[in-house]
């Protein structure tokens, strides 16, 4: 039987010391063709390592309808990990953070009007272990104790940051080891007094995130782990970027000097990101500060080592350089950047209405109030707010108490402006109502659940109420539209949009390669390749490409489909064979 246990302040795998240098890579931010491509880049960078965080609310996202295939296969994902010789660190939260849709967490919780998430309640606690019950017997058979690849499960993610619930803590290491995860257990926070009290437990094994100040966090993690050598376990080589911020970078050179401060002080590693892939569909997160939502963009390409196209970088280079200065690099691996292919302009071609086909895209809901979505058992996408105004009444001011995300506001299918809580200011709107009888259309999208802090949990949609000036409008219907499915949608020729609008355009090819979609003469909405949803684009800074990887594509005649929310200024997209950001 293999073992991996720590010995004399050191990791110690079969009797031999051994050091861990490991990079991150979410198998639910890249597609599984290229699992193994990025894997082997990992190895061949000198890593013998991988640690992923594990999604719950892609593996559950009804409750109780549980899906572990294709970007979900998360053994198939261990298993290539194995294959190429790598050990596999898992973190399977229930919270993972990750800037990921509500921190991992699946939306359908907070429909449960007694729970309370990433704490010891009992709600919670029911749902996380009906979720370990099927997620866990597929990494058991895994576990190096099993003769498999994973030597580490963290329990709970950076929790210092959010709580100090030590009953919590120890309900989920009992879970973990009463169903059989016998390999060693560890928290991981940041290293300061309060999330390191807040966020470890006796016994168990102590690590710490940051991405700077090396030998600063490793003196205050001492303090709180013993016995234990000294880890990083989130090592911020790069960032993530928000819609309408930078691009975030960092120096190359910079990330190799930190790296071998750890090195040399007998550290071990985890590269936060190795290759950070893409939020594809809707599961971008999103973090909240000085009163305005944050959302993170579709690329998670962070700045890693590896592009979010898999490319190898100057970063990478730099951290294999200093990697080889410790440890003996094999050179056996052939690796290699994806083809990529600029296959030119695109030329949507036909057009169809949100607003006429609400009837096979949603299922309606009628309430006297307006219901959030997580009441209307909605998880993503957009849900349009409709009610019948009565008049005239001449001019009044809307207001949506509250609108968590972004609304879009329509009379008699004529719009009337935005309420966008990315955007701060005045939250009211002046719209004047002069007929007996108005269409009010509100479309809110969720622009992605925030991930972390305080407002963890909270609801989406139109979470109050609506008034016109100060008086109550009710009598709303409601109508879910997640997208997930768009093979209903019936299309005819291009007119002038006046509401949201689909468009449907298609490409033929004769080789298969990686594409970006440049989308710079449209405004807000999100793409579908052959009926897979590739992400959010918006005229914001700074990302202007979506990432198309080539396995998604097909020899021959290819579908492009585009909804966009407000306009555009030409009916075409450019497929080309770099990404662009501002």
Request: hydrophobic fraction near 35%; aromatic fraction near 14%.
């Amino acid at each position: 039987m293999a073992r991996f246990e720590i010995k004399n302040k050191e990791f110690h795998y079969n009797g031999e010391p051994i050091r861990i240098i490991s990079g991150a890579i979410h198998y639910f931010r890249t597609v599984p063709e290229y699992w193994e491509d990025r894997l082997k880049k990992l190895k061949a960078c000198g890593f013998n390592t991988v640690e992923t965080y594990v999604a719950w609310n892609i593996h559950e996202p009804k409750e109780g309808e549980f899906n572990f295939e294709g970007i979900a296969d998360i053994t198939r994902f261990v298993k290539t990990a194995e294959e190429l010789g790598l050990m596999v660190i898992i973190r399977p939260g229930p919270y993972i953070c990750a800037e990921w849709e509500l921190g991992g967490l699946p939306s359908w919780l907070l429909k449960y009007t007694d729970i309370e998430l990433r704490c010891y309640n009992r709600t919670y606690l029911d749902k996380v272990d009906s979720f370990y019950n099927k997620l866990l017997p597929l990494l058991k058979p895994l576990l190096y104790t099993n003769g498999g690849p994973i030597i580490a499960f963290q329990i709970e993610n950076e929790y210092g940051s959010y709580g100090n619930d030590k009953k919590y803590l120890n309900y989920l290491r009992e879970g973990l080891i009463n169903r059989g995860i016998d390999v060693m257990l560890f928290t991981s926070d940041g290293p300061t007094d309060i999330m390191l009290q807040g966020g470890t437990l006796p016994e168990i094994y102590k690590t710490a995130n940051f991405g700077s100040r090396p030998e600063e966090a490793f003196d205050k993690l001492k303090e709180y782990e013993k016995k234990g050598p000294m880890m990083c376990m989130e090592f911020w080589n790069g960032w993530f970027d928000h819609w309408g911020s930078e691009h975030h970078t960092r120096e190359p050179q910079d990330v190799a000097k930190d790296l071998d401060s750890m090195l040399g002080m007998n550290g071990n590693v985890n590269f936060y990101m190795f290759h950070g892939g893409t939020n594809f569909g809707f599961y971008n997160g999103a973090n909240y500060d000085k009163g305005k939502l944050l959302p993170t963009t579709t690329s998670y390409d962070y700045d890693a080592l590896l592009t979010e196209a898999g490319d190898m970088t100057e970063k990478y280079y730099a951290v294999k350089n200093t990697i080889a200065s410790y440890f003996n690099i094999p050179d056996d691996l052939e690796v290699e950047n994806t083809k990529k292919i600029a296959y030119g302009k695109v030329k949507m071609e036909e057009q169809a209405e949100l607003f006429e086909h609400l009837n096979v895209l949603s299922n309606p809901v009628e309430n006297a109030a307006p219901l959030p979505m997580e009441k209307l058992d909605q998880s993503y996408g957009f849900t349009l707010y409709r009610a019948k105004v009565t008049g005239p009444k001449g001019n009044v001011k809307l207001t949506i108490n509250k609108c968590n995300d972004r609304g879009i506001i329509y009379l008699d299918g004529k719009f009337q402006g935005i309420i966008d809580r990315t955007e701060q200011g005045d939250k009211k709107l002046d719209i004047i109502i002069d007929k007996e009888e108005m269409v009010l259309d509100i479309l809110v999208e969720n622009l992605g659940r925030v991930n972390y802090g305080t407002l963890l949990g909270e609801y989406n949609g139109i979470t109050e109420n609506v008034l016109l000036d100060y008086q109550q409008q009710f009598g709303w219907v409601m109508y879910p539209i997640e997208l997930n499915n768009i093979d209903s949608i019936q299309y005819s020729s291009i007119n002038e949009q006046t509401t949201p609008c689909f468009y449907r355009g298609s490409f033929n090819i004769d080789e298969i390669a990686d594409t970006f979609i440049l989308m710079d003469n449209w405004k807000k909405g999100v793409v579908y390749i052959n009926g897979f949803n590739l992400g959010r684009y918006w005229e914001k800074a700074p990302q202007r490409t979506l990432y198309v990887p080539g396995p998604l594509l097909r020899m021959g005649k290819n579908e492009v489909v585009i909804f966009e929310l407000h306009g555009h200024d030409g009916d075409d997209v450019t497929l080309t064979d770099r990404p662009k950001f501002d």
